[in-house]
């Protein structure tokens, strides 16, 4: 069957099972969005309001369904704004497929008109990435794209088609790929090292996990209760890692790094065995690395080989796909409980709650509504079945550090990469994703302001997200490290805010603003209530910290209260 | 952790766009890479690189990981000096009357090892295989004398231990 390249396009998305992708037509990828108008019954493709937020809400529709997010962009502009996006999935591990159009072959290096270099520049941030100048290449191309945006460690895929080969036919038949010869995303399984490391865990006295995000993205969440459960090991999560296990779970201590919680941080430098269960080692995780668990024996079950002794020195290191090395190792632990050791980080958590979280979620001598007491309000009302995405910056720290979730794949955060403006565009693709599932957008008024023509998108397609702003007129998190470590002064950080509301509304989104706390509930409930998009703006305390905090280049045991 | 001369290897498919994004590792961690030489290998189809970098085993090991990581990088191997049979080669080009009124000059090729591979009218062509160093003293020795061009490639290099990368193949197909 000869099809154009521009169909065959479209028709891979749809062998992919693909449904539904965001993106922003232009010159060079016009051919391709004639075919979208004509497939429209089959693929949905959302307009958003610039090519940023069409990486973020692929990125935000595959963090909370498990699938590929597709992108799409046209040549020049549109594919450089991807470029952000692309990389906060890099860091974050997402699998993206993003197609970008791309001059006729005939002008490629010529200083075309919107012609950009977007294979050089996307290199160092794709996991893969390829221009594809002939139609022939297509669905080969296209196949391979997915296959490795979604096997191994998960990563973006960049293709760029240059205008001439969706203008070409091509005899089109479409075969999914299933290995690459160069490529070996799943390591086999060294079941003496499953065993190595059950002996290990087996003996220790104060044994502690620590979870990341490998965990939600091999679905292993099932095996990571069944291991926590059986050995009575404490466990603690990235900021990643968050909603893989519940957070009421008796055994759930909390988070680690930087604004984490204070017994995870400080018992990390007291536990003898750490287990990393799919996480990297972040700098904003351990503090300063001289001076990270080094009494602790410490197994890594990672899946990245080039992980694995990046950071922190390894006793044994389990490389495989968690969910399968937790299946072989769960057989070889023995039922215990760790009761004196969990004990500890009872205790320290007492200590965190008198020193830091009592005061925050219940503010006294006369402040005004703190960001923890809005996200405890949200937790009342979604009972901890919403998905939260949030922004970057102190907002992201409280959502973080507060939000309660009863099931997995409900935290959707710029971790690695820390893009403001990541979650409204985020939050649209995880509720477009997940459209039965409540979904929330806590965002600072900074950040807001970094992908705020996206309420156009919201608009257009009337998805029933909730939107959060937390307002201290301020770039919080930059003023606190002044406050902190610059003596006060505030260099570009006082924010003067439009009427967030009104803009709100000119968007035709039902907008409200609470200012006092005895009005917070009623706002909440009904922002949840609701059944389209709601926008609440809360006018928090402008000067509050986030702590703990471990500062910068300090270890974990020096974790700060106030 | 001290730095050292390492030699990586990478085999790779041969692809568009892949010496761009092997470079880029380097980059990134703002490491120089001190010479670069890409060709065929054994295998067919498959690219072989042999990069030289100094820094400490610790980053070594890094980048090479990195470098594996790529979905086009088949595998990569790094090597200290002792472990590798390695070589250079360089082209000098003098001009030809030199021959014949600097004597000597003759004698400096054949004690060097070095072979005259194109006279000229105007200029002849010394070319020179060998270690660094020595092709960095036959330079010393020709210096005098006026050299119009000079030219030094990347180190080639092969491991005294087995690379199997056949084998691998063969177990990925």
């Keep these: 069957m000869k099809i154009t390249g521009a169909e065959a396009v479209i028709r891979c998305l749809l062998a992919e099972g693909v449904d539904l992708v965001y993106g922003y037509p232009g010159g060079a990828i016009m051919p391709v969005y004639d075919e979208l108008y004509k497939f429209q019954d089959q693929l949905h493709h959302v307009l958003v309001r610039h090519e940023q937020g069409a990486a973020h809400a692929a990125q935000g529709f595959a963090r909370a369904t498990g699938k590929v997010g597709v992108a799409i962009a046209t040549s020049g502009p549109g594919a450089t704004n991807l470029v952000t996006g692309i990389a906060d999935a890099q860091i974050d591990s997402t699998p993206l497929v993003c197609i970008t159009g791309q001059v006729g072959k005939h002008l490629l290096g010529s200083d075309a008109f919107q012609e950009t270099d977007i294979i ?45 080969a969706q203008f070409d036919e091509l005899d089109f038949c479409y075969e999914k790929c299933t290995s690459i010869r160069s490529y070996h995303p799943k390591p086999v399984l060294n079941l003496q090292k499953v065993q190595e490391a059950a002996n290990i865990i087996n003996n220790a006295k104060k044994p502690y996990i620590i979870f990341g995000q490998g965990v939600i993205l091999s679905e292993a969440e099932e095996q990571l209760k069944a291991l926590v459960e059986k050995s009575g090991i404490p466990a603690a999560w990235t900021i990643l890692g968050l909603s893989a296990l519940p957070t009421n779970h008796p055994l759930n201590v909390g988070m680690v790094g930087m604004h984490g919680n204070y017994g995870p941080n400080v018992l990390t430098n007291e536990c003898d065995v750490l287990i990393a269960l799919g996480m990297r080692f972040d700098d904003r995780v351990t503090g300063n690395l001289a001076t990270y668990a080094k009494q602790a024996k410490v197994i890594h079950f990672e899946i990245d080989p080039a992980e694995i002794d990046k950071n922190v020195k390894t006793e044994v290191a389990v490389l495989a796909d968690i969910k399968e090395a937790l299946t072989a190792l769960i057989p070889l632990i023995d039922k215990k409980s760790h009761d004196s050791w969990h004990n500890e980080f009872k205790e320290k958590y007492e200590i965190e709650l008198d020193a830091v979280i009592n005061e925050e979620l219940a503010p006294t001598n006369g402040k005004g509504i703190s960001m923890g007491e809005t996200i405890e309000m949200i937790n009342k009302h979604s009972n901890g079945d919403a998905i939260m995405v949030s922004d970057v910056g102190q907002h992201q720290m409280f959502a973080c550090r507060y939000a309660k979730f009863n099931t997995t794949k409900s935290n959707v955060t710029s971790g690695g990469l820390g893009t403001m403006g990541f979650a409204l565009p985020a939050a649209i693709g995880a509720k477009m994703g997940m459209p039965e599932r409540e979904v929330v957008a806590i965002i600072g008024d900074g950040g807001f302001q970094m992908n705020i023509q996206e309420l156009g998108t919201i608009n257009q397609t009337k998805v029933p997200v909730k939107i959060v702003v937390l307002n201290n007129e301020f770039l919080g998190m930059v003023r606190q490290w002044q406050e902190l470590f610059f003596d006060n002064r505030y260099a570009s950080t006082v924010m003067v805010n439009p009427n967030f509301c009104a803009i709100a509304e000119g968007y035709y989104i039902k907008a409200k603003k609470v200012t006092q706390r005895e009005d917070l509930d009623a706002a909440v409930a009904e922002m949840m209530a609701s059944k389209d998009s709601y926008f609440l703006e809360v006018m928090v305390e402008k000067e509050n910290n986030v702590f703990p905090m471990i500062p910068t280049g300090a270890s974990v045991s020096e974790m700060r209260l106030s | 952790m001290e730095n050292k001369t390492f030699t990586i290897s990478v085999y790779s498919e041969n692809n568009v766009g892949l010496l761009n994004r092997i470079s880029g590792i380097f980059l990134k961690r703002h490491i120089n890479i001190l010479s670069l030489n890409v060709s065929e290998s054994e ?108 030219v030094r490639s990347g180190r080639i290099s092969v491991s005294k231990s087995k690379m199997e990368i056949s084998t691998l193949l063969v177990d990925l197909k």
């Design chain 2, 43 to 150: 295998i067919e189809n498959v690219s072989r690189f042999i990069i030289v970098v100094d820094t400490t085993e610790k980053w070594v090991k890094n980048i090479v990981g990195q470098i594996e990581k790529q979905i086009e990088v088949i595998k990569a191997f790094y090597h200290v000096d002792e472990e590798t049979i390695f070589l250079e080669s360089a082209l000098f080009k003098i001009q030809s009357n030199l021959l014949f009124d600097e004597r000597q000059i003759q004698n400096i090729i054949k004690e060097s090892h070095s072979e005259i591979v194109t006279v000229s009218r105007d200029f002849f062509v010394i070319s020179k295989s060998g270690k660094r160093s020595e092709i960095e003293e036959l330079h010393a020795k020709l210096k005098p004398f006026g050299i119009m061009q000079f």
């Design chain 1, 120 to 164: 050089g520049i996307s290199t160092p941030v794709t996991k893969w990435n390829y221009q594809i100048t002939e139609a022939h290449e297509i669905p080969e191309i296209i196949a391979k794209a997915f296959y490795i945006a979604r096997s191994g460690r998960p990563g973006p895929v960049l293709i760029d088609i240059t205008k001439n």
